[in-house]
């Protein structure tokens, strides 16, 4: 934590000052063993991790990136497909569509969730594509065969998946889910009636252990979830030289296996994430409460019925970002932009081809969207702040009458010495 501010961003201190005798002990048995890489605690973190999910299987990877190239790969993604995604994310999603050999082309976002727009995935696969001889699905933009979907749930918040992963089967493609800041959010589907959590609903997903996401490593890691045995396995060998036993190599893999220290200090935090992913809601819902007691015009992060989102990033727009934004950073309040440039207006990705205006709903979000402060152990105090301090900014005449009468109230309640 920066102590120059009022409220931070993110405290990544207080979490692992907390458990520092857990996280330490993991330290010292992996010293005392020797065991580095693979072995019990990678097996052990990779069980739990499913379990959490829902899911049946597990592969700890190097990064969330790599989970979600292997598990391109693994789903059989070639290279020259497409794979469609949004352009409303941070990049790692489409570098893995380019790192597993294929091209990634955009679909708009939900104006409201900020995920992907079914609406939009169905006006590409209908009116964007045409079949080949052979009965492909063709991209007209590319004339490449379609071939998977990335639904982000970004946010902290499950992309619609009912109508994804029914379109999807349409036209045979596979749906992988970029799980990277979903750790635990939950879905509810209408056609199968139950609710699902992160990770579970595609062929595979991709989680990511950033030290910032939910669930943070000491440094970097991911993984790949999946209910198919068979790639699971491929996961597996792409991770490690392409080989399922030693110096027997199947394949050219890479080197993309997860410490053994990184998974033993996950499965510690693990035990903890149910309480910090509710610690999350209770804060946005603190928020809410708070933006509506002082009439702000202030629009917060929308949940629909069908999803229980766990608050990665709290995400509000405002008309004045840039002015918004400077007024908070004054009051020693952390703030970001998640994400300030669309992809397909990326350096990066001239070669696509897109331009300005080609995903509008995508452009104006990344203009108005402002991250605030959210963590398990920001307190009720600090929101306060962070509220009135927008209110301050947004409409400082009923600032002073709405949101510090109370304040002033019980300064002068209070016997002067
Ligand atoms: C963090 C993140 C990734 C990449 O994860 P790394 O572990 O940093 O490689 C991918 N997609 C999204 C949406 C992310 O937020």
Redesign the pocket.
């Known amino acids: 934590m920066n102590p120059s501010q009022a409220v931070p961003f993110l405290d990544l201190v207080t979490p692992h000052v907390e458990l520092e005798q857990e996280l330490t002990a993991v330290f010292q048995e992996a010293l005392r063993s020797a065991g580095f890489i693979a072995g019990p605690m990678v097996e052990n973190f990779e069980r739990e991790f499913a379990g959490f999910c829902d899911a049946e299987h597990a592969v700890a990877v190097s ?3 790599d989970a ?1 190239r292997f598990a391109l790969m693994a789903a059989g993604v070639e290279p020259g497909d497409v794979v469609v995604t949004v352009p409303h ?2 990049i ?2 489409s570098e893995a569509i380019s790192q597993a050999g294929a091209l990634p082309e955009f679909v708009d976002v939900d104006e409201r969730t900020f995920n992907m727009d079914p609406d939009a995935l169905r006006e590409y696969l209908e009116k964007r594509c045409s079949l080949s001889e052979s009965g492909k699905l063709l991209s007209r933009r590319s004339g490449r065969p379609v071939a998977a979907v990335v639904p ?1 749930h ?1 946010y902290g918040q499950m992309a619609d998946m009912d109508p994804i992963l029914a379109l999807a089967e349409r036209h045979r493609l596979m749906v992988i889910e ?1 799980a ?2 979903a750790h635990g959010a939950q879905y509810f589907s209408r056609k199968q009636k139950r609710w699902f959590k992160a990770g579970a609903m595609g062929r595979a997903a991709a989680f ?3 030290p910032g ?1 939910n669930l943070g490593a000491c440094g ?1 890691g ?1 993984a790949v979830t999946t209910n198919d045995a068979d790639l699971a396995v491929a996961v597996q060998k792409l991770r490690d030289h392409g080989q399922a036993k030693k110096y027997y190599h199947d394949l050219e893999g890479y080197n993309g296996r997860l410490d053994s220290i990184q998974t033993g200090i996950l499965s510690v935090k693990l035990k903890h994430l149910p309480a910090w992913n509710a610690q999350r809601r209770e804060r946005a819902a603190e928020y809410e409460r708070l933006f509506a007691a002082c009439g702000t015009e202030i629009q917060g992060p929308y949940e629909p019925a069908w999803s229980r989102a766990v608050y990665h990033l709290y995400v509000v727009r405002a008309e004045d970002r840039q002015g918004l934004m400077a007024h908070l950073k004054q009051a020693g309040i952390g703030t970001g932009i998640h994400y300030p440039i669309p992809l397909h207006l990326q350096r990066a990705y001239e070669r696509l081809g897109y331009k300005a205006g080609d995903f509008p709903v995508t452009e104006r979000a990344a203009g108005q969207i402002v991250s605030l402060p959210m963590f398990p152990h920001l307190t009720a105090g600090q929101q306060a702040q962070v509220v009135n301090q927008i209110a301050a900014f947004l409409q400082p005449k009923v600032f002073t009458s709405r949101v510090a009468l109370p304040d002033l109230l019980e300064r002068q309640s209070k016997p002067t010495m």
Request: proline letters at 0%; glycine letters at 10%.
């Open positions: 990064s969330g990136t979600l994310t941070f790692a999603t982000v970004l970029d990277c800041q990511s252990f950033y996401k970097e991911g």
